[in-house]
């Protein structure tokens, strides 16, 4: 949880300084480098419940960073492929009733 708030304090730094999008993003990595894209979304979440953070300015902020940085991950992985009505009724197994 240390690193996460490490991330947290970095974002809100970073967002209070009016840093945005991907200059926030970088920011938040020169000041944690072992940040990951998920480490950073769960502070900003982090950040949009903390009842203490009330600047208007900086929670937009950090509601749109988290929202660009979700669709960014959306953006790089492939969907999965969803199975058809047939393939799931294909895949179901049928149990025989007592008689």
Known sequence: MGERKNIYAAMVDGATEGRSDRDLFSYI???C???????ILRAAVLGLEDPK????????TI????????????DRKPPKPRKSAKANAE?????????
Do not use: G
């Open 29 to 31: 990595i020169e000041r």
């Open 63 to 74: 509601l749109a960073f988290a929202v660009k940085t979700k669709l960014r991950d959306f």
């Open 53 to 60: 953070l009330i600047d208007r300015n900086v929670l937009n």
């Open 33 to 39: 480098p072992n940040a990951s894209a998920r480490k």
């Open 91 to 99: 895949d179901a197994v049928t149990v025989p009733s007592p008689s």
